[in-house]
């Protein structure tokens, strides 16, 4: 069984932003394998389907972002995955907007949602997606630019083709492991 959690902020102000990021791909998943996200356990909004044949659970956890370990402890002690089929995607500042990077454990970088869960987890040898959002311009506030919408029809396409390009990603971790991840990821043009 894979539980794959995507970050984000709960709430209709938040829809949509930088941030949610990890909210929108889990969308995506929802609607690809028509896996319906309607019920609330652990603090997260939950859906249990299959994709590519195996067992999922997508989650969002109903926490806020800083807060996200606090819900993914919950579920892990919930539905109980091993240790490399707990799947995180999230939104990275490092990375230029639409750019996508796949790592199989390792340090949060200065993603403060992974923080906590890493530090509530006591671990961090479990996958993540992160899709780029780019940094702020000069006179942005960081907080301001990942609680901010795409501004324009072309960066909401290439955010949306990102966030498809991360479905697909998860969904060939699922199927054939890391490797078959990073090949996807590299087709994409990605590294």
């Not at 370990?69 to 939104?91: A, F, H």
């Amino acid at each position: 069984m894979y539980l794959i959690v995507g970050l984000g902020n709960p709430g209709r102000k938040y829809m949509h932003t930088r941030h949610n990021v990890g909210f929108d791909v889990v969308e995506v998943l929802s609607q690809k394998y028509d896996i319906p996200i309607q019920r609330l356990r652990c603090k997260a909004a939950v859906g249990e389907g299959r994709i590519r044949g195996q067992r999922v659970v997508l989650a969002q956890p109903q926490t806020f972002m800083n807060l996200s370990g606090e819900s993914v402890v919950q579920l892990c002690n919930w539905y109980k995955p091993e240790d490399d089929r707990l799947i995180v995607v999230y939104d990275d500042v490092d990375l230029p907007e639409g750019k996508l990077r796949f790592r199989p454990g390792g340090s949060a970088g200065t993603h403060n949602g992974m923080r906590n869960i890493i530090y509530l987890l006591g671990r961090d040898n479990f996958p993540r997606v992160r899709v780029g959002i780019g940094r702020p311009a000069p006179g942005w506030n960081m907080k301001d630019w990942v609680l901010a919408t795409y501004d324009t029809p072309e960066l909401r396409q290439t955010m949306f083709d990102a966030y498809m390009n991360a479905a697909d990603v998860i969904a060939e971790l699922i199927e054939g492991g890391p490797d078959a991840a990073r090949q996807l990821l590299s087709k994409l043009g990605n590294r």
